[in-house]
């Protein structure tokens, strides 16, 4: 499933806008940030075979790509789900019981919290505070936000995106 | 500029937005359409009001009528009734609003949870739109930029910002006028101005508001601190989770830009000054400054040792200033107000104001503004609303990961940088999480562990080790095979890390942890001794059961993931504590409350 979600994004249409992305921030000081986060809007993901264009581009090891892409959750080397469920464990939406919801997300999907459904449709991530502390606890899918959630709510929230 | 008659300030803040108030602005122009009263009424999307709580919230000008919760079917009702045939709708407003006894409607700034508060730093949010320039410029906006470049020389500027006292409110509380002295007295070609935009602590959003509120003031104080020290270039380090802030930045600094207010020759006084945005990608550590300079500069985002300190080898080695989006949001209002006007706010080694993002077991959750030294209880009983549900208080706690917990007792202490450091806490970057008798100090400290460790960048062996060998202890004790002896353990580790580690972060992960067993040492010797959780919180340490108050109606065993209730109906039904995995979903089933854990 992944492989085939992989071969599809790397297609010669995404390489050519990296190399935009590359040609447009190279001369920039410090680019190397610049150029991962639009990377990842074009692929979805920074596969190794997307490091390896931007190592030799930037004339960067790709040995320190590859360490900069992992120190940072918002970089990820595999596409993410279509649906991607966002669970604030921030600590107002901690306080007010998050741990439970995140129990039951758990439960319903059959992954844990960074995991991917094996059907490729939902990963599970816990954020930091979404600021909106006044709707805790609160969860996001893709944009859409549910907010004062209740475990028992969440069987049916999961419904209409299956 | 054209003239209105009436101003429909809708808020346009995260939290607004996400209880929908986009579909209520939509459907707000509609009516206006409908109704022929373009000219006549405005509407603004403006930045964050501050009580999140009540969202959408809505206030209509002149008469500052506060509606709350609004949906977006209302829009007809205040159209047509309020601003149509200027009747409030009193059914709509914000439930303190109406005065029972008079039937007085109050204005905005009347109800108690802005009373109490001074609007400094969030000053324009919630007033202006924060997309177009000429209304921040309506606003005095710029007005300080325009003294300092023509009036005053870079050490006039410094010294005010001295004399004024304020303090970085990104967590440290140092000086900021000293800081800029440092940079200004290096010798270099080139210095760079940085704001920190990374908002690192987990329940906090003031930066994250002043930026989607009032984006103009922080290019605005960027430039003088760029004039101050002689920086003629700024970064903004953004964290890429707040969409909303980048996209306004930007609009901000585009329009900036086309009215010559950033860029060469500003004023015509020769000063030039550039601002480019950088985005953060999802690392705690880098809201600390030396781990954000190597993050922009493109590597991994881990601190550097201090000295040398920023202000002599920040930015690729050049001397930079590092400020926090709040510390920046006061410096054009010190400018034009005065240095005496800001120092005669607060207390006497803490001036001005301070936001919090108020949330947790609290009314009126929300982002607030108040002068230094206002007490916690005014800030929970007056401005906060009390507890909801009649439950009782426990602690708050505030400067998040890094912070510490405050007890009742401690309520009257005047907030400021001292008092909370003295209380075992800190200020921090402006959290406040109130607690209440249902959440157990042990698990919170271990949920501020979690996240360090998790956030831990792995440099330096106290912090990468430390930190997850404390975390194993405090998941030991919550689940309940805690052994006597765990306390004094915890506390000497606590205690090693903090002299040990490299950063911020390391030196300051143990004080939850410190804090909690300092104040809430029963809790923690309850979980080790007793195997219980007071709280009712830890699940290995909980068991549920069904009391005779049971009818029978099968609910519970329905709704068990697990299959492990049994029971015949109408007659009492039995949980398996073997199987059961202790999810609550039976306790919320019950239609009578005869499910009970302990
Ligand atoms: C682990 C850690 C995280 C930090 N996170 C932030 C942050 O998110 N935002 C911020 O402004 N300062 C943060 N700081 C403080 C900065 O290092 C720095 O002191 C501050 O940005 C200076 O600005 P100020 O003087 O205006 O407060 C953090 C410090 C540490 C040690
Ligand atoms: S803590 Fe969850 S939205 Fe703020």
């Known amino acids: 499933m992944e492989n085939q979600v992989m071969k599809e994004v790397l297609n010669e249409k995404n390489f050519a806008a990296l190399d935009q992305v590359i040609e447009a921030n190279k001369d920039r000081k410090g680019a190397l940030m610049p150029i991962l986060h639009e990377a990842q809007n074009i692929f979805g993901a920074l596969p190794i075979e997307v490091q390896t264009v931007i190592s030799e581009k930037l004339d960067i090891s790709l040995a320190e790509i590859y360490g900069v892409v992992t120190f940072y959750s918002q970089f990820s080397l595999v596409p993410k789900g279509e649906f991607v469920i966002g669970l604030c464990l921030g600590t107002a939406c901690y306080v007010k019981g998050a741990q439970n919801i995140l129990d039951r997300l758990e439960t319903e999907l059959g992954i844990k919290v960074g995991e991917t459904s094996k059907d490729g449709k939902f990963t599970l991530e816990a954020t930091r505070c979404l600021g909106c502390c006044g709707l805790a606890p609160v969860m996001v899918i893709n944009e859409k936000v549910y907010g004062r959630l209740e475990p028992g709510q969440i069987t049916g929230i999961l419904k209409q995106y299956k | ?598």
């Open chain 2, 1 to 598: 500029m054209e003239l209105y008659r009436s101003h429909v300030l809708i808020c346009g803040g995260t939290g607004c937005t996400s209880s929908g108030s986009d579909l209520v602005e939509e459907r707000f122009n509609e009516e206006i359409k409908k109704n022929g009263l373009e000219k006549e009424v405005k509407i603004i999307r403006t930045g964050c009001f501050g009580l999140c709580e009540v969202g959408p919230v809505v206030v209509v000008y002149p008469e500052g009528s506060f509606y709350a919760h609004v949906k977006p079917e209302d829009a007809k009702t205040i159209t047509e009734e309020h601003l149509l045939k200027g009747r409030i709708v009193r059914d709509l407003l914000y439930y303190e609003s109406l005065e029972e006894a008079s039937d007085q409607v109050k204005s905005i700034n009347e109800v108690d949870f802005y009373q109490k508060q001074m609007r400094v730093a969030l000053r324009n949010c919630g007033v202006i739109d924060p997309e177009n320039i000429e209304e921040y410029i309506a606003m005095d906006g710029y007005a300080a930029l325009g003294k300092v470049l023509t009036e005053m020389s870079p050490e006039d500027v410094i010294n005010h910002i001295k004399q004024s006292g304020l303090r970085g409110r990104g967590g440290g509380g140092f000086p900021t006028g000293v800081k800029w002295s440092f940079a200004a007295g290096a010798k270099n070609d080139q210095k760079y101005m940085i704001c920190n935009a990374d908002e690192g602590d987990p329940g906090a959003f003031m930066d994250r508001s002043v930026l989607e509120g009032d984006p103009h003031a922080i290019i605005e104080a960027m430039a003088i601190a760029g004039y101050a020290i002689g920086a003629s270039q700024g970064f903004v380090y953004i964290r890429a989770e707040y969409p909303i802030a980048v996209q306004r930045l930007e609009i901000a600094i585009a329009q900036a830009k086309e009215n010559g207010l950033l860029g060469k020759d500003i004023f015509g006084t020769g000063f030039d000054f550039d601002l480019e945005i950088r985005l953060g990608a999802g690392a705690f550590v880098c809201g600390e400054e030396t781990a954000l300079l190597q993050s922009i500069e493109g590597y991994r985002g881990m601190p550097r040792p201090k000295p040398p300190f920023p202000a002599n080898k920040g930015l690729w080695q050049k001397p930079t200033i590092i400020n926090n989006v709040e510390t920046l949001a006061n410096i054009p209002q010190i400018i034009l107000k005065g240095a005496e006007w800001f120092s005669s706010i607060g207390t006497e080694k803490s001036k001005g104001t301070k936001v919090f993002a108020l949330g947790g077991k609290i009314n009126n959750t929300g982002l607030i503004e108040i002068p230094m030294g206002t007490t916690l209880r005014e800030v929970i009983y007056d401005i906060g609303g009390g507890i909801p549900n009649g439950k009782k208080f426990k602690a708050v706690q505030t400067g998040g990961p890094s912070g510490g917990c405050i007890t009742y007792e401690h309520l009257d202490q005047p907030i400021d940088y001292d008092n909370l450091i003295a209380l075992g806490s800190m200020m921090g970057s402006g959290g406040m999480i109130v607690m209440d008798e249902d959440n157990c100090m042990v698990d919170i400290a271990r949920f501020f562990l979690d996240f360090t460790v998790d956030e831990s960048c792995g440099k330096c062996t106290p912090c990468r080790e430390g930190t997850k060998r404390m975390l194993e202890m405090l998941e030991k004790i919550t689940s309940g095979r805690g052994e006597e002896g765990d306390i004094e353990k915890l506390e000497k580790l606590a205690y090693t890390i903090k002299d040990s580690a490299l950063c911020g972060l390391g030196q300051t992960a143990p004080n939850p942890v410190i804090s909690t067993i300092r104040y809430f040492r029963d809790e923690y010797e309850a979980h080790i001794n007793d195997k219980k959780c007071p709280a009712g919180v830890c699940k290995n340490l909980l068991t549920y059961y069904i009391t005779d108050a049971c009818i029978g109606c099968t609910k519970c065993a329905r709704n068990c993931p697990v299959d492990c209730i049994s029971g015949e109906v109408k007659k009492l039904h039995v949980i398996d504590a073997e199987k059961c995995i202790k999810c609550g979903a039976c306790m919320e089933a019950c239609p009578v409350n005869a499910i009970i854990k302990k």
